[in-house]
């Protein structure tokens, strides 16, 4: 999900600009030789990696990727969505009322380590938890400040601030998570604690579709058993502060590509949202090359969808060209079998496609991509290198 502050401090889609923290459960790894940042290098090794399990929110395409970290003194398991488009950790609590009915809640007065901020404030994302878009502001959050011991793995609890959820639109309620894990480009709460102490400074992400499962997060290091090829990194701008963002160089449809396609742009990377968004003419762009049968979906505006019994026609690989570590060009793929991602609602025949036109003033023309692409890659966050890294993942 993108918030305002992410993007305010340079990262993906909230309204505040504050820390974050990362996940769960030890789980033995592989780890594939990589070359280290400087930034890296020179980190102490008091800490090793560890990776959690992520379940796959699957509502006839894939949404979600959450999982478990623990919070407080005894700890609370409480599953979350780990988001690299935020950069605050927040989570349904006993102090939110019946719009949180349906979550696991944190309850502050179980924990000895709780300590109470008394500051309010409300967060607005503008991508949500599905691939509708968002519809002013639908996706809000009313947040309370504090601190707690968070815990991830095998790895240290450490005390950090956080936000407990008081009070959420409806479009939150009915998820099987309780709220999100903010992980930006600057790793901070309990990622910048925990590589203070010696903890490797990046993450990897397995995304994988549903019939694949077996999706995980590894913080503190990648687990080289979930892809082949050697990872190709590229650098992130000096200006992407907080924001996992790419600057890309072009973009085709099956080789072809257009005036619009064919110009430079910022990509924004947010494990957070399940789909693609697009200023509106790329979006155009792109389905004028992919079939004519692709209209914008009147009902819920910024959406384009075409008739379900033509979905098996298409066959078109959007490709997306960006420019790695070593000044050459590489090309990250969305497959045909993302076009669809199933039937509106409102109109059973009709199928909606997976990029969303967007021209919001957060994203300011940016493009941001989601599940739809990094569900095919094994991606690699690296928060020291300042650099983003992907390999084509295994599929068992």
């Known amino acids: 999900m993108f918030s305002l502050s992410t993007y305010s401090a340079a990262l993906a889609i909230c309204t505040i600009t504050q820390l974050t923290a990362a996940t769960l459960e030890p789980h033995k790894i592989a780890l594939y030789p990589w070359q280290p940042s400087l930034r890296t290098s020179f980190k102490r090794r008091d800490l090793s990696g560890t990776s959690s399990p992520l379940a796959d929110y699957f509502l006839g395409t894939d949404l979600q990727w959450y999982g478990n970290i623990s919070v407080g003194t005894p700890p609370q398991t409480i599953p979350v969505l780990f988001d690299t488009g935020s950069s605050t950790i927040e989570f349904a609590s006993t102090l939110c009322g019946q719009s949180c009915a349906n979550q696991t809640l ?3 007065s179980k924990s000895s380590t709780f300590l109470d901020l008394h500051n309010v404030r409300s967060l607005v994302f503008s991508t949500g938890l599905g691939v509708d878009p968002v519809v002013g502001d639908n996706y809000r959050l009313v947040l309370r400040g504090a601190m707690d011991q968070i815990g991830f793995g095998n790895l240290p609890p450490v005390k950090v601030p956080l936000f407990l959820i008081t009070e959420q639109t409806s479009k939150f309620g009915g998820h099987p998570f309780s709220g999100i894990f903010g992980l930006s480009a600057t790793g901070e709460g309990l990622l910048s604690s925990l590589i203070s102490q010696g903890l490797p400074s990046l993450f990897g992400m397995y995304l994988t579709p549903f019939a694949v499962g077996n999706s995980e997060i590894m913080i503190g290091g990648i687990d080289g058993s979930k892809f082949e090829e050697k990872p190709i990194f590229a650098p992130l701008p000096p200006e992407s502060g907080s924001t996992w ?30 789909n693609i968004l697009f200023p509106s003419a790329t979006a155009h762009a792109i389905y004028s090359l992919v079939s004519p049968d692709i209209q914008p979906f009147s009902q819920l505006p910024g959406t ?6 033509r979905v098996s026609s298409l066959s078109s690989m959007i490709e997306i060209t960006f420019t790695s570590e070593a000044g050459k060009p590489f090309n990250l793929t969305i497959p ?15 199928c909606q496609t997976l ?19 990094l569900k095919h890659y ?6 020291g290198g300042r650099r983003l890294g992907f390999a084509p993942s295994i599929k068992a």
């Open 245 to 274: 963002q790419l600057f890309s160089s072009s973009l085709s449809v099956n080789g072809k590509t257009t005036v619009i396609l064919n110009a430079p742009r910022t990509v924004i990377f947010d494990s957070g949202t399940s």
């Open 336 to 350: 045909t079998s993302e076009l669809s991602v199933g039937p509106f609602k409102s109109n059973p025949s009709i």
């Open 378 to 383: 094994y991606s690699i966050w690296d928060i």
């Open 106 to 108: 944190f309850d502050p």
């Open 304 to 309: 384009y969808g075409i008739p379900c019994d």
């Open 355 to 373: 990029i969303n036109a967007f021209d919001g003033y957060e994203l300011s023309g940016r493009s941001l991509i989601g599940g739809s692409l």
